[in-house]
């Protein structure tokens, strides 16, 4: 399954629609456009196994540049777009990229990149810049034919970096023609129904594991797919409305900012059409998620899950409802729970999370960060925190690197975060620990209110006191700060690490 059959079966239905400006590409043009591209990478020298890298905004050339790498057996590393010029030279030269594409919206971060990056082909979509070639002239004169050999690429996407420098997570390439399902397009049809009378919304950033992935296999089995430039609540419901949206992958906080929209609101537009609610990349507050089967009903569904695909756990409503609080429970690999020393822990107990039996996977370019990531056992980790009920279901408690150790305490900050986001005027939060001479550290909140008018000592007392009511008080923040705009990811990841070393560096630790 790929763009060319469906091209010659229903070329005129719509492949993807951008949710903003209305634009239609139907399979026929994803079809011949992912060739262009295709042919064009070849003819500069290509080959299967070789890389690229991308760097653009959601737009309607994102898709075709995928799939002209995924149908040219070649690995694809998608960088986020609000990267610094350091950080995006940095991973275009790790992955070893032979072709370089971003946008004219990117024009001031590609410029700023070129000196640090040793490309020779560097296309631009939608104007030009000195140092890239306009990309709709490089690939108008070139074949709308598919090579002759056609051989199944993959993506190699980089961490998120919100400890140290990105790493690549890179698997084995396929080693087979083009047309078989990826793994998420399998998952998306055996578990989620995704099929061709499906209606697919992608409300994050494609450049994101998740969205790219289920982007791509939703392609792959015939859907449309419905890409939102930027997520808006409001324009997240007026799309699902206007599209007749079946389908739709959203992340936590994005649950959130639909909760904060006013009744009328949220009560003005016909969601019927959704048939399924995916979420996943944080666990969500259990208050939210509660609010949210009430409102949509038992149509949600959640996974956890790594760029890494080393494990795969997942519940539906009816299984949370009885679980409340769990992230599912693993369909892919076996869970364990175990200590710092590798000792598999009770049930009920947390631990560092461990997969058995999950996909293979490297660090690019880090033999010793890969070798970390196992242990003795064969086992697989990325750091997260959780435990098993039971049942077998786990839930996660929050990444190692964030716990609070104060006065002698393991504190998970994701605990009080998930308490503070439900207050009435919360819009986010981040818990972390701050230096204490007494204690080590102590509990600091950042809170972006919904209004800023709102910030000062009043709803400091009042957070932390509606914190208490809910957790032990060494959980709770004995300070919160305020600030207009967390530095969190558009795909739901906040970068608590940015927050966390102002403190520390005006501690002089």
Known sequence: MHPGAHAATTPDKAAYVMAGSGQVVTFRQLDKASNRLAQVLRDRGLRTGDSIAVCMENNADYLPVVWAAHRSGLYYTAASSRLTPNELAYIVGDCGAKAFITSYEKRELAAAVLPDIAVDNRFMVGGVVDGFEPYEDVTASAPSEPLAEQWEGRDMLYSSGTTGRPKGVKGDLPGRPIGELTAVGFLEQALYGVGPDSIYLSPAPIYHAAPLRFSVGATQLGATVVIMEHFD??????????????????????FVRLLKLPEEVRARYDLSSLRCVIHAAAPCPVPVKEQMIEWWGPIIHEYYAATEGNGFVAC??????????????????????????????????????????????????????????????????????????????????????YMIITGGVNVYPQEAENVLVTHPKVMDAAVFGVPNDDFGEEVKAVVQPIDMADAGPQLERELIAYCRSQLADVKCPRSVDFDPELPRHPTGKLYKRLLKDRYWQAAGR
């Open 233 to 254: 609540p409001v324009e997240f419901l007026e799309t699902v409305q206007r599209h007749r949206v079946t389908h739709t992958q959203v992340v936590p906080t994005m």
């Open 316 to 401: 539906n409503s009816e299984e949370w409802l009885a679980h409340r609080g769990t992230v599912g429970k693993a369909l892919m690999g076996t869970v364990h729970i175990a200590d710092d020393e590798g000792n598999e822990l009770p049930l009920g107990q947390p631990g560092t999370v461990w997969f058995e039996g999950g996909a293979p996977f490297e660090y690019h370019n880090d033999p010793e960060k890969t070798k970390g990531s196992r242990n003795d056992k064969g086992w697989s980790t990325v750091g997260d925190i959780g435990y098993l009920d039971e049942d077998g279901f786990l839930y996660l408690t929050d990444r190692h690197a």
